[in-house]
């Protein structure tokens, strides 16, 4: 009896490795649903009253100067494509490593690195094979420096002026890491910056995730920060202290982060309320020129441009915005005194200062909510109606090309790459909207007007592939994947790949600020043993383990205990059944909707660990593929500089093999033939948008002057900033303000810059 049962589990997993080769196919992004929130623009008193206004707020926040301490806007990293494309003055010597090598920098592939290094195209990739096809040959160059993105030179906040000047005034030292003899740089943010177009699908940003789903009004944290809460007018002269519950808002969490960043954005102390003190009574974008054809700031009147001259500002202020954009209970308390104040003796917060972290995290949500790139080949193309796959016809394609593009799908799908970059969106983070076409909506359609798809378990391709990448209707936000070291709890749309040493970085492995991990599955682990007070995101305890890829119980009694899964003989509980709600319903396998019992799941911690295992440390968000041409550098630590070195690394199977490693990058047959990784990165370049390409609209920008670098070199700079005078003088990317119609020459992929 035993030996049949163990015949079965073998034949079972024989056949779900089989099945889960394929996955969902890479779609059209046309009418893909946007996450909604419910409270924001609808209810009887909603946040936004204006919508228009409230996306215009959001964009000359994004670009405006002004934001940051020093210079810095949100744009400053954000301006190509989405991403960061400057060669200067870009890396990080590895701060996410606790080891003494994580503050120094190291000699790059050129011979050269560190501060104000001007990379070149010898320094990638950062870890280098002899054979950049076979990982088991010689590593010729490592490191765990980052390429990143320049920010801001920190230093100890003073004050901000209430209508002039961009910087800040601050104390600002030369930074004990990030100098050239020492002669201050500016710091390098320690994780790559990945591209905001399209990032409104995910359904948690950051790399690690730590920007919650749920927008608190305050923080990044979501309902895990105990002191978070907005200000609400009451009465005529009444206001308190609300939460604030803002589902699907990865994004405004995200916004309230890099502002008050020491690295990012902000000296060390200022918090978002003073923001709103030096921004609120300025005009937008003071010093930057805006595009009399703007798209978004010339519908409004917000323009003084002309079509013969580009000037700066927009005719309105940013109290008046919010004013106009927002409910107005959130501005209108005109007393002083419940807010705070930034110091004793100093004047208190006013109302609209108070809950500057909503607006600017709301405003920046909803104009980022406009830049989706869903105008691609891949979403133009004319599309096979059994296979659902595009056939490239009648797009001015040679029959040559077609053939390489149709291989090159066929190569990504036959790889599994369809498994984590699923959909269309090309990553499994978009949780949320795809649950939603995966439901079977009568009426309800997306995709371009030639080929509309509508909602169901087929959405992603015939034969409901998404369940092979573990997404489904009911959206799960955990999943069971196949590791290297066996069956393990994951977060969806986060993967370890090997890229790195898992020791250099713990990504979605690490805490928050107040000791709690930043995983689902951690927090699932402790549902299981019945730890109620250890799930802090909502949500946890209505995951379906019946769609999860690999099963963590399954009903049967097979006479003994597993490894690596629960069986009625360990003890086991219909899913649900502790809430009295039970999740059997249209199950991917019913008989997996079972769960251990707490006592079972709480000996297995001791007895079996692999039971309730989690491959989280050193796993990072699954990124778009949409545009990622030009998004380089690429991964999580900016370490491969070009789409034919990251086929290259998925060709050798990773760099760092370690247990969380997802198994299927073990499985690449990709270093065989130079034809196919051709074909593979001229598929993926079908899923870059012409607009973003061109700037055209909604990819349209005001001005903006970068950072780009110091004056001299890696070995000596030119002191006498202007900041202070141990700081390095600076130089300076300016990308001039465009229109709706975009500019006659694209940008190019990041490798173009590269000395």
């Given at each position: 009896?035993?030996?049949?049962h163990?015949?079965?589990?073998?034949s079972?997993?024989?056949?779900?490795?089989?099945?889960?080769?394929?996955?969902?196919e890479?779609?059209?992004l046309?009418?893909l649903?946007i996450?909604?929130?419910?409270?924001?623009?609808d209810g009887?008193?909603?946040?936004?009253?204006?919508?228009?206004?409230?996306?215009?707020?959001?964009?000359?926040?994004?670009?405006?100067?002004?934001?940051?301490?020093?210079?810095?806007?949100?744009?400053?990293?954000?301006?190509?494509?989405?991403?960061?494309?400057?060669?200067?003055?870009?890396?990080?010597?590895?701060?996410?490593?606790?080891?003494?090598?994580?503050?120094?920098f190291?000699i790059?592939?050129?011979?050269g690195?560190?501060?104000n290094?001007?990379?070149?195209?010898?320094?990638f990739?950062l870890?280098?094979?002899?054979?950049?096809?076979?990982?088991?040959?010689?590593?010729?160059?490592?490191?765990?420096?980052?390429?990143?993105?320049?920010?801001?030179?920190?230093?100890?906040?003073?004050?901000?002026n209430?209508?002039n000047?961009?910087n800040d005034?601050?104390?600002?030292?030369?930074?004990?890491?990030?100098?050239?003899?020492g002669?201050?740089?500016?710091?390098?943010?320690?994780?790559?910056?990945?591209?905001v177009?399209?990032?409104?699908?995910?359904?948690?940003?950051?790399?690690?995730g730590r920007a919650?789903?749920?927008?608190?009004?305050?923080?990044?944290?979501?309902?895990?920060?105990p002191?978070?809460?907005?200000?609400?007018?009451?009465?005529?002269?009444?206001?308190?202290?609300?939460?604030?519950?803002?589902?699907n808002?990865?994004?405004?969490?995200l916004?309230t982060?890099?502002?008050?960043?020491?690295?990012e954005?902000s000296?060390?102390?200022?918090?978002?309320?003073?923001?709103?003190?030096?921004?609120?009574?300025?005009?937008?974008?003071?010093?930057?020129?805006?595009?009399?054809?703007?798209?978004?700031?010339?519908?409004?009147?917000?323009?003084?441009?002309?079509?013969?001259?580009?000037?700066?500002?927009l005719n309105?202020?940013?109290?008046?915005?919010?004013?106009?954009a927002f409910?107005?209970?959130?501005?209108?308390?005109?007393?002083?005194?419940p807010?705070?104040?930034?110091?004793?003796?100093?004047?208190?917060?006013?109302?609209?200062?108070?809950?500057?972290?909503?607006?600017?995290?709301?405003a920046l949500?909803?104009?980022?909510?406009?830049?989706?790139?869903?105008?691609?080949?891949?979403?133009?193309?004319?599309?096979?109606?059994?296979?659902?796959?595009?056939?490239?016809?009648?797009?001015?394609?040679?029959?040559?090309?077609?053939?390489?593009?149709?291989n090159?799908?066929?190569?990504?799908?036959?790889?599994?790459?369809l498994?984590?970059?699923?959909?269309?969106?090309?990553?499994?983070?978009?949780?949320?909207?795809?649950?939603?076409?995966?439901?079977?909506?009568?009426?309800?359609?997306?995709?371009?007007?030639?080929f509309?798809?509508?909602y169901?378990?087929?959405?992603?391709?015939?034969?409901?592939?998404?369940?092979?990448a573990?997404?489904?209707?009911?959206?799960?936000?955990?999943?069971?994947?196949?590791?290297v070291?066996?069956?393990?709890?994951?977060?969806?749309?986060f993967?370890?790949?090997?890229?790195?040493?898992?020791?250099?970085?713990?990504?979605?492995?690490?805490?928050?600020?107040?000791g709690?991990?930043?995983?689902?599955?951690?927090?699932?682990v402790?549902?299981?043993?019945?730890?109620?007070?250890?799930?802090l995101?909502?949500?946890?305890?209505?995951?379906?383990?019946c769609?999860f890829?690999?099963?963590?119980?399954?009903?049967?009694?097979?006479g003994?205990?597993?490894?690596?899964f629960?069986?009625?003989f360990?003890?086991?509980?219909?899913e649900?059944?502790?809430?009295?709600?039970?999740?059997?319903?249209?199950?991917?396998?019913?008989?997996?909707?079972f769960?251990?019992?707490?006592?079972?799941?709480?000996?297995?911690?001791?007895?079996?660990?692999?039971?309730?295992?989690?491959?989280?440390?050193?796993?990072?968000?699954?990124?778009t593929?949409?545009?990622?041409?030009?998004?380089?550098?690429?991964?999580h630590?900016?370490?491969?500089?070009?789409?034919?070195?990251?086929v290259?690394?998925?060709a050798?199977?990773?760099?760092?093999?370690?247990?969380?490693?997802?198994?299927?990058?073990?499985?690449?047959?990709?270093a065989?033939?130079?034809?196919?990784?051709?074909?593979?990165?001229?598929?993926m370049?079908?899923?870059?948008d012409d607009?973003?390409?061109?700037?055209?609209?909604?990819?349209?920008h005001p001005?903006?002057?970068?950072?780009?670098?110091?004056?001299?070199?890696?070995?000596?700079?030119?002191?006498?900033n202007?900041?202070?005078?141990?700081?390095?003088?600076?130089?300076y990317?300016?990308?001039?303000?465009?229109?709706?119609?975009?500019?006659?020459e694209?940008i190019a992929?990041f490798?173009?810059?590269?000395?």
């Open positions: 009896m035993r030996f049949s163990k015949i079965f589990l073998g079972w997993l024989l056949i779900s490795q089989a099945a889960i080769a394929h996955g969902p890479t779609m059209p046309q009418d649903p996450p909604p929130v419910p409270g924001l623009l009887s008193s909603p946040i936004v009253v204006d919508k228009n206004m409230a996306i215009a707020l959001g964009k000359a926040l994004f670009w405006d100067m002004n934001v940051g301490s020093d210079g810095q806007a949100c744009a400053s990293c954000h301006f190509h494509a989405g991403a960061d494309a400057r060669v200067k003055n870009q890396i990080n010597p590895g701060e996410k490593n606790n080891q003494p090598s994580g503050h120094t190291d790059l592939g050129s011979g690195g560190g501060p290094h001007t990379l070149t195209l010898a320094d990739p870890h280098k094979f002899a054979n950049p096809l076979d990982n088991k040959s010689e590593v010729t160059s490592t490191t765990d420096d980052v390429v990143s993105s320049a920010g801001t030179y920190a230093g100890s906040f003073q004050g901000v209430r209508f000047g961009i005034a601050c104390d600002r030292t030369a930074d004990p890491v990030f100098h050239v003899g002669v201050g740089t500016r710091r390098v943010e320690p994780r790559n910056t990945p591209t177009i399209n990032a409104i699908f995910n359904y948690r940003n950051f790399w690690d919650n789903n749920v927008f608190n009004g305050s923080s990044p944290w979501g309902e895990r920060d002191n978070a809460g907005i200000w609400v007018r009451t009465g005529a002269r009444s206001v308190e202290k609300q939460r604030l519950h803002l589902e808002s990865s994004l405004a969490s916004s982060a890099p502002p008050i960043d020491p690295t954005m000296c060390v102390g200022r918090n978002l309320a003073m923001l709103g003190r030096k921004l609120l009574l300025r005009k937008p974008l003071q010093v930057q020129k805006v595009h009399f054809q703007d798209s978004v700031f010339g519908p409004l009147g917000l323009t003084t441009s002309t079509p013969s001259e580009d000037k700066v500002g309105t202020t940013y109290k008046a915005m919010i004013t106009k409910n107005s209970k959130y501005w209108s308390h005109t007393a002083l005194g807010f705070g104040a930034p110091a004793p003796g100093q004047t208190p917060y006013n109302q609209v200062e108070a809950n500057f972290s909503m607006f600017f995290g709301i949500q909803m104009y980022q909510a406009t830049l989706i790139s869903d105008q691609a080949p891949i979403d133009l193309s004319p599309r096979d109606p059994g296979s659902m796959r595009p056939t490239w016809q009648g797009m001015g394609k040679t029959p040559d090309e077609i053939a390489s593009l149709r090159g799908q066929q190569q990504f799908e036959g790889n599994h790459c498994i984590c970059h699923s959909g269309s969106l090309g990553t499994s983070a978009a949780i949320t909207s795809y649950a939603a076409v995966l439901t079977p909506t009568p009426g309800k359609f997306y995709g371009p007007a030639h509309r798809i509508p169901g378990p087929d959405a992603f391709g015939a034969g409901d592939d998404a369940k092979f573990g997404l489904s209707r009911f959206e799960n936000v955990i999943d069971r994947a196949n590791t070291g066996g069956f393990k709890f994951t977060d969806l749309g993967a370890n790949t090997g890229v790195a040493n898992p020791l250099h970085d713990p990504g979605l492995g690490a805490d928050d600020i107040f709690n991990p930043l995983s689902f599955s951690k927090q699932y402790q549902y299981l043993v019945g730890n109620n007070q250890g799930v995101d909502h949500g946890l305890d209505k995951q379906r383990g769609d890829q690999y099963p963590l119980a399954l009903g049967d009694d097979f003994e205990s597993f490894e690596g629960f069986n009625a360990d003890g086991v509980q219909a649900g059944s502790r809430e009295g709600v039970l999740l059997q319903q249209e199950c991917t396998d019913p008989s997996h909707a769960i251990p019992t707490v006592s079972a799941a709480t000996a297995s911690l001791t007895s079996d660990p692999s039971k309730l295992a989690d491959s989280t440390q050193a796993a990072f968000k699954i990124p593929l949409r545009n990622i041409e030009l998004t380089g550098p690429y991964m630590n900016g370490s491969l500089a070009t789409l034919e070195q990251v290259e690394f998925y050798r199977t990773g760099n760092f093999n370690n247990p969380n490693m997802n198994e299927f990058v073990t499985q690449m047959a990709l065989s033939s130079a034809k196919d990784r051709a074909d593979l990165v001229a598929f370049k079908t899923l870059t607009r973003v390409k061109y700037e055209k609209a909604p990819f349209d001005e903006i002057v970068i950072s780009n670098g110091h004056e001299g070199d890696e070995a000596e700079i030119t002191s006498g202007s900041l202070s005078p141990v700081l390095g003088k600076e130089q990317l300016t990308i001039p303000a465009v229109g709706a119609n975009g500019i006659s694209p992929p490798v173009d810059y590269l000395q």
